[in-house]
């Protein structure tokens, strides 16, 4: 259920590139004896057309009703998924003094080794480290022309409003040291710690200049974010809540209203029970492994694999789409697309510094100064050719620069995904801690030049040589990089200036950049601000909640990393205010304060 990886086993992967994301722990669930709608153009018409208006998609068949149960159970609040979300709602709940079952198909507490950024605002911890967010104005305007305005407003407010007392609520009890930057090493040697993210930051870097401004202030658990949920499901226990792992949830059960009030569950053995509910909780994670979901809601988005996923207790793949099509089953409907596939490329040894990019041909073809995510989409409009690191038929570009780079890394943008700060060799020991760490934006000549399948050269000729690469085409390339760098602008594709670097000072480097993968699929049911997953009159489905991946309205056409980690941050206090909500508080997500 782990995936442990160091950078250079990251990178080997294909060239391909998925940053620390979210959770994707998953149960499972249906109504009882729910018609399918139609799904239309209004709902969930394929991406590419072509298919009737009354299209019923094969995934919309919904289960039968169990034949028997094994046991039957009462509680006022089920939650169905226990990842980052699902204790959330879970602890949230028992708080409010309802009785709680929560039932996880995985066979126990389980987080992505990798997932811990967590984009909250103002946190206890952040205020004592002294960091300070842009404004909410600044910040959720930005978010919002990141996804083409697509989003909800009034969800990306109410994660900036709470988010950072929601971690503080989240991680209460639990022991941990906090780092004081991002580059300090630890002062205990407890376990478990926080890292400030890119802080402080890069000297000189000002996000009202960027293309793509980059916010400060994200704070990240490690070894990774297991002990937080730890943390929130011992609170929860302790106030009553009862755990089940190794229970998928198969079937919502509706009553003659349509009103949600319960769900059965079954085991590894296919034994089922009946759980009976007031309300209850989908936080089953995204569907990025669901083949006829991908196919039918977002095709294009096939090029990429999921690169992060979870197991059942049963061996098999998770993140499969189990709470949307519950709630699907149940009457809901998914949000309008474009839906948003987190496909954070991570780049080379150098990041995704915007040095020169080339693709199969030998030819530039974009602007390199962008982050990764949109380095990924960029790169889906390239020709694709055989990867030297991979095999496979997928290399995209080759990201070229030259000995400089220890001195140009620092004008490099600073986040996600950057590397911008380089540690001389006299220096490494002080460094420990943030070099053995991944993406943390410091480096070494040794790791860079000691990186798997980078290419090094003393001329232009052999480099391209080397790369399988046109060498005229090539040369020709590198030339007209080399006018538009001395000339300080980019007539082209409109560099910034500042990221104008030569390829000029041998030895030359090149890299391999294949296809992203995927961590997540962005992409929920309609949810009222009460996260109430709406029917296809617009009314809400009384007694279900939905919450994490399974709620729409947070990210749309384009997953932003303006704000490192908000998938996160935004899981966390969705995820505790689905929870009260369904424990009967009643509470709207507003962006105002």
């Known amino acids: 259920m782990e995936q442990n990886l160091s950078r250079r086993a990251f990178l080997s992967l294909g060239a391909s590139a998925a940053a620390a994301g979210a959770m994707g722990l998953a149960g499972c669930s249906q109504p009882q004896s729910a018609t399918p709608a139609p799904q239309t153009g209004t709902d969930a018409a394929p991406a590419a057309g072509g298919a009737p208006a009354d299209f019923v998609p094969n995934f919309m068949t919904a289960p039968a009703v169990p034949e028997s149960v094994a046991e039957t159970k009462d509680c006022d609040v089920l939650v169905i998924g226990l990842g980052l979300s699902g204790c959330a709602a879970a602890k949230a709940a028992a708080e409010e003094g309802a009785k709680v079952i929560a039932v996880e198909k995985s066979p126990e507490l389980a987080a992505v080794s990798m997932a811990g950024d967590f984009g909250v605002v103002g946190s206890q911890i952040q205020k004592d480290l002294g960091i300070k967010w842009a404004g909410k104005d600044v910040i959720v305007n930005q978010l919002m022309k990141d996804m083409c305005y697509r989003p909800t407003p009034d969800f990306l407010g109410y994660w900036y409003d709470h988010s950072g007392e929601d971690f503080d609520w989240f991680v209460e009890g639990a022991d941990f040291e906090v780092l004081k930057s991002t580059a300090a090493n630890q002062e205990t040697d407890k376990p478990c710690y926080i890292r400030p993210k890119c802080f402080p930051a890069l000297e000189g870097y000002d996000y009202t200049t960027e293309y793509y401004p980059y916010f400060h202030g994200t704070i990240t658990t490690n070894p990774n974010m297991q002990w937080t949920l730890e943390a929130a499901v011992a609170a929860a226990e302790a106030k009553g809540a009862e755990m089940i792992y190794g229970t998928w949830g198969e079937q919502l059960i509706t009553d003659d209203s349509g009103r949600v009030v319960g769900a059965y569950v079954h085991d590894a053995d296919g034994a089922y029970t009946q759980i009976n509910a007031k309300s209850v909780v989908l936080a089953t994670g995204d569907w990025g492994n669901n083949q006829d979901m991908r196919d039918y809601y977002i095709p294009w988005a096939n090029e990429f694999m999921s690169f992060y996923t979870t197991m059942d207790a049963a061996g098999n793949v998770g993140n499969t789409g189990d709470g949307h099509l519950m709630g699907l089953w149940a009457g809901a409907h998914m949000e309008l697309g474009p839906h948003a596939p987190m496909t954070h490329h991570m780049g080379g040894p150098l990041g995704v510094d915007g040095y020169l990019q080339l693709n199969i041909n030998g030819e530039r073809f974009m602007n390199e100064d962008i982050p990764g995510q949109n380095i990924a989409d960029q790169l889906s409009r390239v020709p694709v050719g055989p990867n030297p690191m991979s095999g496979a038929d997928d290399l995209r570009s080759w990201q070229i620069f030259d000995a400089k780079w220890p001195t140009e890394i620092a004008k ?17 020991d002080a460094y420990a801690t943030v070099l053995s760490g991944f993406g943390l934006g410091y480096t070494t000549k040794a790791m860079v030049e000691g990186t798997e399948g980078l290419i090094v050269a003393d001329t232009i000729e052999d480099l391209a040589a080397q790369c399988n690469l046109p060498v005229e085409a090539v040369v020709a390339s590198v030339n007209r990089y080399n006018e538009l760098c001395a000339a300080g602008h980019d007539a082209d594709f409109g560099k910034d200036p500042r990221r104008l670097f030569p390829v000029s000072e041998p030895p030359f480097y090149a890299y391999p950049f294949g296809s992203a993968g995927m961590l ?74």
Do not use: C, W
Request: aromatic residues 6%; negative net charge; proline residues 4%.
């Open 520 to 593: 997540v699929l962005m992409g929920g049911l309609e949810v009222n601000k009460k996260l109430q997953p709406l029917n296809a009159e617009g009314a809400p489905i009384e007694g279900l909640y939905a919450t994490g991946n399974v709620q729409g309205g947070r990210y749309l056409v384009e997953y932003p990393v303006t704000v490192a980690g908000i998938s996160l941050g935004t899981a966390l206090s969705f995820g505790r205010l689905a929870g009260m909500n369904a424990a009967g508080a009643d509470i709207e997500a507003m962006s105002r304060a």
């Open 412 to 428: 490099m943008p600073d986040g996600h995904g950057y590397v911008n700060h380089f540690v001389a060799d006299d220096e490494v």
